[in-house]
Protein backbone atom coordinates (compact mmCIF):
# COMPACT_ATOMS: atom_id res chain seq x y z
CA UNK A 1 0.00 0.00 0.00
CA UNK A 2 1.21 3.29 -0.76
CA UNK A 3 -0.22 6.76 0.79
CA UNK A 4 1.30 9.89 0.48
CA UNK A 5 1.55 12.45 3.18
CA UNK A 6 0.92 16.49 2.84
CA UNK A 7 1.90 18.22 5.72
CA UNK A 8 -0.23 21.26 6.56
CA UNK A 9 0.20 23.86 3.46
CA UNK A 10 0.22 27.02 5.18
CA UNK A 11 3.48 26.63 6.92
CA UNK A 12 6.31 24.59 5.57
CA UNK A 13 4.74 22.84 3.25
CA UNK A 14 5.93 19.33 2.37
CA UNK A 15 5.47 15.92 1.55
CA UNK A 16 5.92 12.19 2.65
CA UNK A 17 5.81 9.09 1.02
CA UNK A 18 5.50 5.49 2.74
CA UNK A 19 5.28 2.02 1.36
CA UNK A 20 3.21 -0.04 4.20
CA UNK A 21 4.83 1.61 7.01
CA UNK A 22 7.98 2.21 6.15
CA UNK A 23 9.16 5.55 4.77
CA UNK A 24 10.25 5.92 0.79
CA UNK A 25 10.79 9.00 0.53
CA UNK A 26 10.40 12.77 2.00
CA UNK A 27 11.01 16.53 1.45
CA UNK A 28 9.51 19.88 2.04
CA UNK A 29 9.27 22.32 -0.43
CA UNK A 30 11.53 24.98 0.85
CA UNK A 31 14.48 22.71 -0.16
CA UNK A 32 13.24 22.64 -3.81
CA UNK A 33 11.16 26.53 -3.94
CA UNK A 34 14.72 27.49 -1.89
CA UNK A 35 11.88 29.82 0.45
CA UNK A 36 12.54 29.41 3.84
CA UNK A 37 9.59 27.35 5.38
CA UNK A 38 7.34 27.62 2.26
CA UNK A 39 3.86 28.51 2.32
CA UNK A 40 1.51 26.85 -0.06
CA UNK A 41 0.63 23.56 -1.56
CA UNK A 42 3.97 21.66 -2.19
CA UNK A 43 3.31 20.53 -5.91
CA UNK A 44 7.44 20.05 -6.15
CA UNK A 45 7.30 17.97 -3.30
CA UNK A 46 5.08 15.89 -4.67
CA UNK A 47 6.60 15.96 -8.59
CA UNK A 48 9.96 14.97 -6.88
CA UNK A 49 8.22 12.21 -4.74
CA UNK A 50 6.67 10.79 -7.93
CA UNK A 51 10.08 10.80 -9.84
CA UNK A 52 11.74 9.24 -7.46
CA UNK A 53 9.70 6.51 -6.73
CA UNK A 54 8.74 6.10 -10.08
CA UNK A 55 5.04 5.79 -9.40
CA UNK A 56 2.19 7.90 -10.72
CA UNK A 57 -0.82 9.35 -8.93
CA UNK A 58 -2.93 6.56 -10.02
CA UNK A 59 -0.82 4.21 -8.09
CA UNK A 60 -0.83 5.72 -4.74
CA UNK A 61 -3.34 3.98 -2.78
CA UNK A 62 -4.41 6.89 -0.26
CA UNK A 63 -3.15 10.75 -0.20
CA UNK A 64 -3.57 12.07 3.56
CA UNK A 65 -3.95 15.42 4.56
CA UNK A 66 -2.96 16.82 7.67
CA UNK A 67 -5.95 19.07 8.52
CA UNK A 68 -9.01 18.70 9.05
CA UNK A 69 -12.09 19.12 6.94
CA UNK A 70 -15.59 20.45 6.45
CA UNK A 71 -16.52 17.22 6.32
CA UNK A 72 -15.35 14.65 8.62
CA UNK A 73 -14.72 17.17 11.42
CA UNK A 74 -16.83 20.84 10.81
CA UNK A 75 -16.43 21.61 14.42
CA UNK A 76 -12.77 21.79 14.61
CA UNK A 77 -12.82 23.14 11.24
CA UNK A 78 -14.59 26.36 11.46
CA UNK A 79 -13.69 26.85 14.76
CA UNK A 80 -10.70 28.81 13.96
CA UNK A 81 -12.21 30.78 10.99
CA UNK A 82 -15.29 32.10 13.15
CA UNK A 83 -13.16 33.38 15.72
CA UNK A 84 -11.31 35.30 12.71
CA UNK A 85 -14.75 36.39 11.88
CA UNK A 86 -15.32 37.45 14.91
CA UNK A 87 -12.94 40.31 15.50
CA UNK A 88 -12.77 43.74 13.27
CA UNK A 89 -9.54 44.32 12.63
CA UNK A 90 -10.60 47.88 11.79
CA UNK A 91 -11.91 48.58 15.39
CA UNK A 92 -9.36 49.64 18.15
CA UNK A 93 -11.97 48.26 20.79
CA UNK A 94 -13.04 45.21 21.27
CA UNK A 95 -16.54 44.61 22.06
CA UNK A 96 -17.29 40.61 21.30
CA UNK A 97 -14.07 39.93 23.67
CA UNK A 98 -13.15 37.76 20.85
CA UNK A 99 -9.33 39.47 20.22
CA UNK A 100 -8.11 37.45 23.43
CA UNK A 101 -9.17 34.20 21.88
CA UNK A 102 -7.68 34.60 18.05
CA UNK A 103 -4.64 37.34 19.02
CA UNK A 104 -2.06 33.64 19.79
CA UNK A 105 -3.22 32.57 16.33
CA UNK A 106 -2.43 35.98 14.79
CA UNK A 107 0.59 37.02 16.05
CA UNK A 108 2.52 33.99 14.28
CA UNK A 109 0.86 34.35 10.71
CA UNK A 110 -1.10 36.96 9.65
CA UNK A 111 -1.24 40.67 10.26
CA UNK A 112 -4.61 41.27 10.28
CA UNK A 113 -8.11 39.17 10.36
CA UNK A 114 -9.20 39.44 6.97
CA UNK A 115 -5.90 38.41 5.32
CA UNK A 116 -6.02 35.58 7.74
CA UNK A 117 -9.55 34.10 6.38
CA UNK A 118 -8.57 34.75 2.31
CA UNK A 119 -5.25 32.76 2.80
CA UNK A 120 -7.02 29.97 5.10
CA UNK A 121 -9.37 29.67 2.08
CA UNK A 122 -6.81 30.04 -0.90
CA UNK A 123 -4.88 26.86 1.20
CA UNK A 124 -8.03 24.60 0.95
CA UNK A 125 -8.77 25.74 -2.85
CA UNK A 126 -5.40 25.04 -3.43
CA UNK A 127 -5.42 21.01 -1.89
CA UNK A 128 -9.39 20.76 -3.95
CA UNK A 129 -7.99 22.81 -7.27
CA UNK A 130 -4.55 20.30 -7.51
CA UNK A 131 -7.05 17.24 -6.54
CA UNK A 132 -9.62 17.87 -9.12
CA UNK A 133 -7.11 18.46 -12.08
CA UNK A 134 -5.61 14.90 -11.11
CA UNK A 135 -8.14 12.64 -10.78
CA UNK A 136 -7.89 11.74 -7.30
CA UNK A 137 -10.25 13.82 -4.79
CA UNK A 138 -11.63 10.31 -3.97
CA UNK A 139 -8.24 9.13 -2.47
CA UNK A 140 -7.76 12.35 -0.15
CA UNK A 141 -8.17 11.24 3.90
CA UNK A 142 -7.93 14.43 6.26
CA UNK A 143 -6.27 14.27 9.53
CA UNK A 144 -6.57 16.69 11.86
CA UNK A 145 -3.31 18.75 12.84
CA UNK A 146 -2.54 17.65 16.34
CA UNK A 147 -3.10 14.03 15.98
CA UNK A 148 -0.99 14.05 12.84
CA UNK A 149 1.92 15.24 15.26
CA UNK A 150 1.01 12.47 17.94
CA UNK A 151 1.28 9.90 15.59
CA UNK A 152 4.24 11.31 13.63
CA UNK A 153 6.08 11.13 17.61
CA UNK A 154 4.22 7.67 18.38
CA UNK A 155 4.65 5.68 14.81
CA UNK A 156 8.28 6.64 14.67
CA UNK A 157 9.20 6.09 17.89
CA UNK A 158 8.51 2.16 18.12
CA UNK A 159 7.28 2.09 21.43
CA UNK A 160 4.18 -0.27 22.03
CA UNK A 161 3.40 1.99 24.82
CA UNK A 162 3.66 5.87 25.51
CA UNK A 163 2.44 9.02 26.38
CA UNK A 164 1.90 11.16 23.61
CA UNK A 165 2.52 14.74 23.94
CA UNK A 166 1.80 17.52 21.34
CA UNK A 167 2.54 21.54 21.87
CA UNK A 168 2.67 24.27 19.02
CA UNK A 169 1.31 27.68 18.74
CA UNK A 170 -1.88 25.92 17.19
CA UNK A 171 -3.32 23.88 15.29
CA UNK A 172 -7.19 24.21 14.35
CA UNK A 173 -7.50 25.98 17.64
CA UNK A 174 -6.22 23.33 19.31
CA UNK A 175 -2.58 24.16 21.65
CA UNK A 176 -1.71 20.69 22.85
CA UNK A 177 -2.71 17.56 23.11
CA UNK A 178 -1.90 14.56 25.47
CA UNK A 179 -2.53 10.63 24.49
CA UNK A 180 -1.84 7.46 25.62
CA UNK A 181 -1.03 4.95 23.27
CA UNK A 182 -1.40 1.39 23.59
CA UNK A 183 -0.48 -0.78 20.93
CA UNK A 184 -1.04 1.58 18.41
CA UNK A 185 -4.50 2.75 19.84
CA UNK A 186 -4.41 6.40 20.96
CA UNK A 187 -6.77 7.64 23.93
CA UNK A 188 -7.16 11.02 23.92
CA UNK A 189 -6.01 12.45 27.90
CA UNK A 190 -6.41 16.09 27.37
CA UNK A 191 -7.19 18.80 24.64
CA UNK A 192 -6.22 22.66 25.13
CA UNK A 193 -7.31 25.35 22.99
CA UNK A 194 -6.55 28.94 22.08
CA UNK A 195 -5.78 31.48 23.95
CA UNK A 196 -4.14 28.67 26.10
CA UNK A 197 -0.62 28.73 24.01
CA UNK A 198 2.76 27.87 25.44
CA UNK A 199 4.18 28.36 21.43
CA UNK A 200 2.69 31.68 21.21
CA UNK A 201 4.05 32.43 24.62
CA UNK A 202 7.53 31.90 23.61
CA UNK A 203 6.95 33.51 20.11
CA UNK A 204 5.86 36.23 21.75
CA UNK A 205 9.28 37.28 23.25
CA UNK A 206 11.04 36.01 19.74
CA UNK A 207 8.92 38.65 18.05
CA UNK A 208 9.95 41.57 21.12
CA UNK A 209 13.13 41.07 20.71
CA UNK A 210 13.11 41.41 16.79
CA UNK A 211 13.81 38.19 16.10
CA UNK A 212 11.17 36.53 13.51
CA UNK A 213 8.28 34.38 15.53
CA UNK A 214 7.77 30.65 14.17
CA UNK A 215 11.88 30.89 12.74
CA UNK A 216 13.90 32.31 15.63
CA UNK A 217 13.03 30.48 18.90
CA UNK A 218 16.35 28.77 19.29
CA UNK A 219 17.99 32.10 19.50
CA UNK A 220 15.62 32.66 23.07
CA UNK A 221 16.98 29.50 23.58
CA UNK A 222 20.64 30.26 23.14
CA UNK A 223 20.34 33.54 24.94
CA UNK A 224 18.47 32.33 28.04
CA UNK A 225 22.01 30.41 29.23
CA UNK A 226 23.94 33.77 29.54
CA UNK A 227 22.06 34.35 32.69
CA UNK A 228 19.45 33.47 35.54
CA UNK A 229 16.09 35.21 35.55
CA UNK A 230 16.09 38.14 37.68
CA UNK A 231 13.34 37.67 40.35
CA UNK A 232 11.13 40.84 39.72
CA UNK A 233 10.97 39.98 35.93
CA UNK A 234 10.40 35.75 36.76
CA UNK A 235 7.29 37.09 38.63
CA UNK A 236 5.90 39.47 36.11
CA UNK A 237 6.22 36.99 33.19
CA UNK A 238 4.50 33.67 35.56
CA UNK A 239 1.24 35.51 35.33
CA UNK A 240 1.61 34.87 31.74
CA UNK A 241 1.52 31.12 31.75
CA UNK A 242 1.26 29.20 34.42
CA UNK A 243 0.14 25.51 35.32
CA UNK A 244 -3.48 25.07 37.02
CA UNK A 245 -2.55 22.08 38.91
CA UNK A 246 -5.41 20.04 37.21
CA UNK A 247 -3.74 18.72 34.50
CA UNK A 248 -3.81 21.52 31.81
CA UNK A 249 -1.24 25.01 31.58
CA UNK A 250 -2.66 28.38 31.08
CA UNK A 251 -1.63 31.16 29.33
CA UNK A 252 -4.35 33.51 28.96
CA UNK A 253 -4.13 36.45 26.14
CA UNK A 254 -1.25 37.97 25.07
CA UNK A 255 -3.48 40.83 24.38
CA UNK A 256 -2.27 44.07 26.36
CA UNK A 257 0.80 41.43 27.31
CA UNK A 258 2.52 42.12 24.25
CA UNK A 259 3.45 46.12 24.74
CA UNK A 260 4.83 44.77 28.18
CA UNK A 261 6.74 42.41 26.82
CA UNK A 262 8.41 44.83 24.76
CA UNK A 263 9.17 47.06 27.41
CA UNK A 264 10.14 44.23 30.04
CA UNK A 265 12.60 43.40 27.40
CA UNK A 266 14.07 47.14 26.81
CA UNK A 267 14.33 47.56 30.86
CA UNK A 268 15.77 44.23 32.02
CA UNK A 269 17.74 43.32 28.12
CA UNK A 270 17.46 40.44 25.47
CA UNK A 271 19.54 37.87 28.15
CA UNK A 272 17.33 38.30 31.17
CA UNK A 273 14.02 38.25 29.61
CA UNK A 274 15.20 35.44 27.25
CA UNK A 275 16.27 33.96 30.54
CA UNK A 276 12.72 34.61 32.22
CA UNK A 277 10.77 33.30 29.20
CA UNK A 278 12.68 29.93 28.98
CA UNK A 279 12.71 29.10 32.77
CA UNK A 280 9.18 29.55 32.91
CA UNK A 281 8.07 27.96 29.68
CA UNK A 282 10.25 24.88 31.01
CA UNK A 283 8.60 25.09 34.40
CA UNK A 284 4.86 25.06 32.92
CA UNK A 285 5.40 22.55 30.37
CA UNK A 286 7.31 20.06 33.07
CA UNK A 287 4.41 20.00 35.71
CA UNK A 288 1.75 19.59 32.97
CA UNK A 289 3.43 16.57 31.35
CA UNK A 290 4.70 15.48 34.87
CA UNK A 291 1.13 14.82 36.14
CA UNK A 292 0.14 12.56 33.10
CA UNK A 293 3.37 10.56 33.82
CA UNK A 294 2.87 10.41 37.70
CA UNK A 295 -1.30 9.25 36.91
CA UNK A 296 -0.85 6.75 34.29
CA UNK A 297 2.43 5.26 35.40
CA UNK A 298 4.13 5.53 31.68
CA UNK A 299 7.37 5.44 30.97
CA UNK A 300 8.05 5.74 27.56
CA UNK A 301 7.31 9.61 26.55
CA UNK A 302 7.06 10.63 22.68
CA UNK A 303 6.71 14.36 21.57
CA UNK A 304 6.15 16.19 18.67
CA UNK A 305 5.08 20.15 17.65
CA UNK A 306 6.83 23.38 17.36
CA UNK A 307 7.46 24.05 21.20
CA UNK A 308 9.32 20.67 21.06
CA UNK A 309 11.82 22.10 19.08
CA UNK A 310 13.39 23.64 22.30
CA UNK A 311 16.34 21.33 22.62
CA UNK A 312 16.78 22.58 26.62
CA UNK A 313 12.70 21.86 27.42
CA UNK A 314 13.21 18.43 26.05
CA UNK A 315 16.38 17.80 28.42
CA UNK A 316 14.17 18.70 31.24
CA UNK A 317 11.46 16.68 30.31
CA UNK A 318 13.61 13.85 29.71
CA UNK A 319 14.45 14.01 33.65
CA UNK A 320 10.84 14.23 34.96
CA UNK A 321 10.40 11.56 37.78
CA UNK A 322 9.44 8.17 36.08
CA UNK A 323 10.31 8.90 32.50
CA UNK A 324 12.41 6.38 31.32
CA UNK A 325 12.53 6.60 27.50
CA UNK A 326 11.81 10.14 25.37
CA UNK A 327 11.85 10.83 21.70
CA UNK A 328 11.24 13.81 19.83
CA UNK A 329 10.24 13.33 16.15
CA UNK A 330 13.07 14.63 14.28
CA UNK A 331 10.83 16.99 12.01
CA UNK A 332 8.85 17.96 15.46
CA UNK A 333 7.01 21.13 13.36
CA UNK A 334 4.76 21.74 11.04
CA UNK A 335 6.86 20.56 8.64
CA UNK A 336 7.10 16.73 9.59
CA UNK A 337 2.82 16.62 9.86
CA UNK A 338 2.59 14.49 6.45
CA UNK A 339 4.64 11.27 8.01
CA UNK A 340 2.17 11.04 10.97
CA UNK A 341 -1.36 11.75 8.78
CA UNK A 342 0.22 9.38 6.06
CA UNK A 343 1.34 6.21 9.00
CA UNK A 344 -2.42 7.03 10.41
CA UNK A 345 -4.11 6.20 7.30
CA UNK A 346 -2.11 3.39 6.85
CA UNK A 347 -2.59 2.04 9.65
CA UNK A 348 -6.13 2.73 9.67
CA UNK A 349 -6.97 0.88 6.47
CA UNK A 350 -4.54 -2.06 6.78
CA UNK A 351 -5.14 -2.47 10.15
CA UNK A 352 -1.68 -2.88 10.87
CA UNK A 353 -0.22 -1.87 14.24
CA UNK A 354 2.77 -3.13 14.85
CA UNK A 355 5.51 -0.75 15.91
CA UNK A 356 8.14 0.20 13.42
CA UNK A 357 10.50 2.95 14.55
CA UNK A 358 12.56 4.56 11.98
CA UNK A 359 15.96 3.85 11.46
CA UNK A 360 17.14 7.86 10.12
CA UNK A 361 16.03 10.56 7.88
CA UNK A 362 17.85 10.43 5.14
CA UNK A 363 14.65 10.82 2.85
CA UNK A 364 15.56 13.07 0.29
CA UNK A 365 17.31 13.77 -2.91
CA UNK A 366 20.60 12.34 -3.63
CA UNK A 367 23.01 13.19 -6.67
CA UNK A 368 25.55 10.68 -8.61
CA UNK A 369 29.27 11.85 -9.83
CA UNK A 370 28.25 12.27 -12.99
CA UNK A 371 25.34 14.80 -11.89
CA UNK A 372 28.25 16.35 -9.51
CA UNK A 373 30.87 16.43 -11.81
CA UNK A 374 28.43 18.42 -14.30
CA UNK A 375 27.96 21.19 -11.94
CA UNK A 376 31.75 21.61 -11.00
CA UNK A 377 32.77 21.85 -14.72
CA UNK A 378 30.03 24.32 -14.96
CA UNK A 379 31.28 26.25 -12.16
CA UNK A 380 34.93 26.58 -13.25
CA UNK A 381 36.09 24.77 -10.30
CA UNK A 382 39.33 22.47 -9.70
CA UNK A 383 38.79 19.34 -8.09
CA UNK A 384 39.83 15.57 -7.56
CA UNK A 385 38.32 12.54 -7.85
CA UNK A 386 39.31 10.45 -4.81
CA UNK A 387 38.72 6.50 -4.37
CA UNK A 388 38.21 7.04 -0.76
CA UNK A 389 36.75 10.68 0.21
CA UNK A 390 35.74 9.59 3.64
CA UNK A 391 39.67 9.48 4.06
CA UNK A 392 40.53 12.43 2.68
CA UNK A 393 37.69 14.78 4.36
CA UNK A 394 39.54 13.00 8.05
CA UNK A 395 42.53 14.07 6.51
CA UNK A 396 41.34 17.92 5.88
CA UNK A 397 40.03 18.21 9.30
CA UNK A 398 43.06 17.02 11.09
CA UNK A 399 44.25 20.02 9.39
CA UNK A 400 42.20 22.44 10.92
CA UNK A 401 39.93 22.87 7.66
CA UNK A 402 36.78 23.78 7.12
CA UNK A 403 34.93 20.96 5.24
CA UNK A 404 31.46 21.45 3.82
CA UNK A 405 29.84 17.85 3.20
CA UNK A 406 27.30 16.91 0.13
CA UNK A 407 26.78 13.22 0.21
CA UNK A 408 23.93 10.69 -0.38
CA UNK A 409 20.50 11.46 0.36
CA UNK A 410 19.36 14.63 1.90
CA UNK A 411 17.79 14.93 5.62
CA UNK A 412 14.36 15.53 6.38
CA UNK A 413 13.48 17.69 8.94
CA UNK A 414 15.20 21.27 10.19
CA UNK A 415 18.59 19.11 11.35
CA UNK A 416 21.76 18.79 8.81
CA UNK A 417 22.80 14.97 10.03
CA UNK A 418 26.32 14.64 8.10
CA UNK A 419 24.80 14.67 4.26
CA UNK A 420 24.16 18.42 3.99
CA UNK A 421 26.29 19.21 6.91
CA UNK A 422 29.64 21.83 7.56
CA UNK A 423 32.32 20.49 9.92
CA UNK A 424 35.22 21.62 11.42
CA UNK A 425 37.26 20.17 14.72
CA UNK A 426 35.32 20.85 18.57
CA UNK A 427 38.62 22.02 20.02
CA UNK A 428 38.70 25.73 18.57
CA UNK A 429 36.24 28.07 21.21
CA UNK A 430 36.30 31.03 18.51
CA UNK A 431 34.83 29.20 15.97
CA UNK A 432 31.48 29.94 16.57
CA UNK A 433 32.62 33.81 16.21
CA UNK A 434 35.06 33.41 12.86
CA UNK A 435 32.80 30.55 11.33
CA UNK A 436 28.79 32.44 11.96
CA UNK A 437 30.30 35.60 10.39
CA UNK A 438 31.91 33.81 7.43
CA UNK A 439 28.42 32.15 7.20
CA UNK A 440 26.28 35.13 7.42
CA UNK A 441 25.00 33.71 11.05
CA UNK A 442 23.62 35.79 14.03
CA UNK A 443 23.78 32.72 16.80
CA UNK A 444 23.56 32.38 19.91
CA UNK A 445 23.75 28.92 20.77
CA UNK A 446 27.72 27.11 19.91
CA UNK A 447 27.51 24.92 17.47
CA UNK A 448 26.19 21.30 17.58
CA UNK A 449 28.41 18.08 18.01
CA UNK A 450 28.33 14.80 16.07
CA UNK A 451 29.90 12.28 18.38
CA UNK A 452 30.24 8.36 18.07
CA UNK A 453 28.02 6.66 19.67
CA UNK A 454 29.81 4.18 21.76
CA UNK A 455 32.02 7.50 23.25
CA UNK A 456 28.86 9.04 23.92
CA UNK A 457 29.10 7.97 28.25
CA UNK A 458 31.77 9.72 28.13
CA UNK A 459 30.94 12.74 26.74
CA UNK A 460 27.22 13.67 28.00
CA UNK A 461 25.65 12.69 31.33
CA UNK A 462 22.19 11.18 32.17
CA UNK A 463 21.89 9.99 28.37
CA UNK A 464 20.14 6.85 29.26
CA UNK A 465 16.94 6.49 27.66
CA UNK A 466 17.71 9.25 25.16
CA UNK A 467 20.22 7.71 23.23
CA UNK A 468 17.76 6.97 20.11
CA UNK A 469 16.56 10.03 19.46
CA UNK A 470 19.23 11.60 20.30
CA UNK A 471 20.51 10.34 16.69
CA UNK A 472 18.57 13.37 15.41
CA UNK A 473 19.63 16.40 17.40
CA UNK A 474 16.60 16.88 19.17
CA UNK A 475 17.63 17.51 22.73
CA UNK A 476 19.99 18.49 25.11
CA UNK A 477 22.67 17.38 27.99
CA UNK A 478 25.18 18.06 30.16
CA UNK A 479 28.39 17.53 29.52
CA UNK A 480 31.13 15.43 31.16
CA UNK A 481 34.58 17.34 31.75
CA UNK A 482 36.53 15.51 29.45
CA UNK A 483 33.73 16.93 26.51
CA UNK A 484 33.94 20.23 28.28
CA UNK A 485 38.05 20.05 27.64
CA UNK A 486 38.29 18.52 24.55
CA UNK A 487 35.25 20.21 22.55
CA UNK A 488 34.75 23.34 24.20
CA UNK A 489 33.25 24.94 20.84
CA UNK A 490 30.54 22.83 20.86
CA UNK A 491 29.68 23.13 24.47
CA UNK A 492 27.65 26.06 25.67
CA UNK A 493 28.25 28.69 28.71
CA UNK A 494 25.54 26.22 30.79
CA UNK A 495 27.95 23.17 29.83
CA UNK A 496 25.32 21.89 28.16
CA UNK A 497 25.74 20.74 24.13
CA UNK A 498 23.09 18.88 21.56
CA UNK A 499 24.72 16.27 20.02
CA UNK A 500 24.24 14.22 17.02
CA UNK A 501 24.99 10.45 18.17
CA UNK A 502 26.25 8.30 14.87
CA UNK A 503 26.69 4.83 14.32
CA UNK A 504 28.16 2.51 11.29
CA UNK A 505 24.29 1.19 10.96
CA UNK A 506 22.75 4.83 10.72
CA UNK A 507 25.18 6.56 7.90
CA UNK A 508 28.62 4.40 7.42
CA UNK A 509 30.34 6.52 5.75
CA UNK A 510 30.11 9.47 8.00
CA UNK A 511 31.16 7.14 10.98
CA UNK A 512 34.18 6.46 9.46
CA UNK A 513 34.97 10.30 8.98
CA UNK A 514 34.44 10.36 12.70
CA UNK A 515 36.44 7.24 13.59
CA UNK A 516 38.98 8.41 11.23
CA UNK A 517 39.09 11.60 12.86
CA UNK A 518 39.35 9.57 16.63
CA UNK A 519 42.11 7.64 15.67
CA UNK A 520 43.81 11.00 14.40
CA UNK A 521 43.78 12.78 17.62
CA UNK A 522 41.80 10.86 19.84
CA UNK A 523 38.69 13.18 20.15
CA UNK A 524 35.47 11.57 19.41
CA UNK A 525 32.93 14.52 18.60
CA UNK A 526 33.42 17.31 15.72
CA UNK A 527 31.44 20.44 15.03
CA UNK A 528 28.09 19.89 12.80
CA UNK A 529 26.32 22.96 11.41
CA UNK A 530 23.67 22.99 8.62
CA UNK A 531 25.35 23.55 5.36
CA UNK A 532 23.27 26.75 3.91
CA UNK A 533 24.07 30.61 4.14
CA UNK A 534 21.85 32.28 6.77
CA UNK A 535 17.91 32.39 6.48
CA UNK A 536 18.55 30.18 3.81
CA UNK A 537 17.25 26.61 3.60
CA UNK A 538 19.77 23.87 3.91
CA UNK A 539 20.97 23.27 0.38
CA UNK A 540 20.03 20.19 -1.60
CA UNK A 541 21.56 20.37 -5.16
CA UNK A 542 25.15 20.45 -6.15
CA UNK A 543 24.68 23.56 -7.57
CA UNK A 544 23.30 24.93 -4.09
CA UNK A 545 26.28 23.40 -2.79
CA UNK A 546 28.93 24.52 -4.56
CA UNK A 547 27.36 28.14 -4.37
CA UNK A 548 27.21 27.93 -0.54
CA UNK A 549 30.71 26.61 -0.38
CA UNK A 550 31.73 29.84 -2.77
CA UNK A 551 30.12 32.43 -0.89
CA UNK A 552 30.92 31.08 2.60
CA UNK A 553 34.27 30.97 1.89
CA UNK A 554 34.91 27.67 3.38
CA UNK A 555 37.90 25.14 2.77
CA UNK A 556 37.07 22.28 1.64
CA UNK A 557 33.76 20.73 -0.57
CA UNK A 558 33.61 17.24 0.00
CA UNK A 559 30.89 16.73 -2.71
CA UNK A 560 30.22 12.71 -3.84
CA UNK A 561 34.01 11.20 -4.38
CA UNK A 562 35.24 15.06 -5.30
CA UNK A 563 36.84 17.08 -3.66
CA UNK A 564 37.40 20.77 -3.78
CA UNK A 565 40.05 23.00 -2.02
CA UNK A 566 39.57 26.85 -1.78
CA UNK A 567 42.69 28.56 -2.81
CA UNK A 568 41.28 31.50 -1.31
CA UNK A 569 41.65 30.16 2.63
CA UNK A 570 44.31 29.17 4.61
CA UNK A 571 42.24 27.43 7.46
CA UNK A 572 42.44 28.12 11.13
CA UNK A 573 45.39 27.17 13.96
CA UNK A 574 43.24 25.51 16.56
CA UNK A 575 42.67 26.79 19.98
CA UNK A 576 46.00 25.80 22.16
Known amino acids: ?82 LLRSYDYFSKEDPSGNWAKVLNYLINKYRNAPK ?37 AYWASGYDKALAVTMDGQGEGVTSTVHMVN ?83 KQYGREQISA ?11 QYISHYI ?7 IVLAGGVFA ?35 VYREKSGDRTPNPINNVYWGPEYNNQEIKKQLDLHGLKYDYCEDIAEKVVECLSNNKVVARFAGRMEFGPRALGNRSILYPANDPNVNDWLNQQLNRSEFMPFAPVTIAEHAKECYLNLQGAEFTSQFMTITFDCTDLMKRQSPAVVHVDGTARPQLISEVTNPQYYKILKGYYKNKGVPS ?23 FIQGNLDCLAIGDYLVKSTQTLGRAPHL
Open 1 to 82: MYTLGISEIDNDAGAVLLKDSEVVCGINEERLSRIKRHRGFPYRSIDWILEYSRLSLNEIDYIAIAKASPEVDPERFYRVRD
Open 116 to 152: GIALAKDMSNQIDRWAKSNGCAEKIIHVPHHFSHAAC
Open 183 to 265: NGKFTLLKEILVPSSLGAFYSAVTKALGFKPARHEGKITGLAAYTTPNAKLLSKIQKMAFYNSDGEFMAPSLYGNYPKIVQLA
Open 276 to 286: AFQYVLEDVAV
Open 294 to 300: KNHEIEN
Open 310 to 344: NVKLNERIHDIDGVENIFVFPHMADGGLGYGAAQE
Open 526 to 548: IVNTSFNMHEEPIVCTPDEAIRA
